[in-house]
């Protein structure tokens, strides 16, 4: 049967009566709803793909060598460096942190001519899916206090573009790591580990993060935890206390990931933590989403992971969990909803990829 609950408006203090489905009909929905996703172009798991990755000749990749040869010497001396550079902070290349800037000019500066912040631009979007890109703009334009697109980010390139060089386009600011590789870090999915996040209702969050962008699949994973998984698997899914939020480093095989192990549950079960997985990767251009599959799927795919949520810092005190983890030997995939969203992300196809992180 159905259930109706009354929920309480974060926003009015309006209640009203909504409908959720029993557990018996959410498992039966979800998994059509993931046999949808994959027939619509989001795949998960499919035959290996030899060309499960980004390539030279990948739209984003091919924006950064037509951005690289535009470089004045002067500019490179500023925002490109050698393949494996270190400063204080570590390898430059694999750095991510929650806020940071990986050089000093910004974007939307005198320091780029327009036509470099136009190219800049078209690297940006081709990173991501186009279904996304409204949606990114939103979080850059929240995070930023209404500030123009480029204004707080920066940018670095390592090593040289081209067909058969190494090289790497990261860019950075509040709430974002993201990069292009064109495959040159063969071990590693998104061309190493990544962050978003956005405060859309401030840097204290309201409870169920209204306008949040990536709330949503938080939302998802809940249903997981509240609808599929029976009342001793919950209890076993459920953590009292988060780690770190920095802390993505890789465990191994031989590591002990806390919460429910996948490989324990149903079919059906697994059907929604697929779900789950199809949200988490669709922001993502479809060669970084088809390699973070061939990663994962190397070392045993969702059944060598397990799904964790985290009693500590849930908003509200009201069960919704903010705060949750989908983790294998070398997959993490962490979010952080309190005091606002952080998402951490890190995907190899072996454990022995070093992680340079800072939060």
């Known amino acids: 049967m159905e259930q109706t609950k009354k929920v309480v408006c974060p926003d009015c203090g309006d209640t009203v009566e909504t409908v959720e489905p029993n557990r018996r009909d959410f498992i039966k929905s979800a998994a059509a709803a993931t046999t949808a996703a994959v027939t619509g172009g989001l795949t998960l798991f499919a035959t290996p793909r030899a060309d499960a990755k980004p390539t030279p000749s990948s739209a984003a990749e091919t924006a950064v060598k037509a951005l690289y040869e535009t470089l004045s010497d002067s500019q490179k001396k500023e925002v490109c460096f050698d393949w ?34 136009a190219l800049i631009f ?54 974002l790591t993201c990069r ?26 309201k409870v169920h ?16 935890y509240k609808i599929i998984l029976d009342s001793k698997q919950q209890q076993r899914a459920l953590v009292a206390r988060r780690p770190a939020e920095q802390a993505v480093s890789f465990r191994g095989k031989d590591g002990k990931f806390p919460g429910m192990p996948c490989s324990e549950l149903s079919g059906d079960q697994k059907d929604g933590i697929k779900r789950v997985l199809l949200s988490l990767l ?34 509200g005190d009201d069960g919704e969990w903010d705060n949750w983890r989908l983790e294998g030997p070398s997959f993490v995939w962490y979010f952080r ?7 951490w992300v890190n995907v190899a196809d072996n454990a022995s990829v070093v992680l340079n992180a800072k939060g």
């Open 282 to 315: 669709e922001p993502y251009r479809k060669e970084d989403r088809d390699e973070v599959e061939e990663c994962l799927k190397k070392l045993g795919g969702l059944d060598a992971c397990s799904l964790a949520f985290y009693k500590d810092g849930d908003l």
């Open 122 to 175: 078209d690297i940006y979007k081709g990173i991501f899916n186009p279904d996304w890109h409204e949606r990114l703009m939103k979080q850059l334009k929240d995070d930023t206090g209404g500030k123009p697109w480029g204004a707080e980010q920066a940018i670095a390139i390592f090593g040289k573009p081209g067909d058969k060089d190494k090289f790497e386009f990261v860019m950075t600011g509040r709430h």
């Open 209 to 224: 993060h209204p306008g949040n962008v990536f709330w949503h699949q938080a939302l998802e994973a809940n249903k997981v």
């Open 84 to 117: 494996d550079y270190k400063d204080g902070r570590g390898l430059l290349r694999t750095h991510v942190s929650n806020n940071w800037q990986i050089t000093k000019p910004h974007i939307n500066s005198n320091f780029f001519t327009k036509d470099q912040q």
């Open 180 to 205: 292009a590789d064109g495959g040159s870090t063969s071990s590693v999915a998104l061309g190493g580990p990544i962050f978003h996040g956005h405060a859309a209702s401030g840097f204290n969050e």
């Open 337 to 343: 909803g309190k005091p606002h969203v952080h998402v």
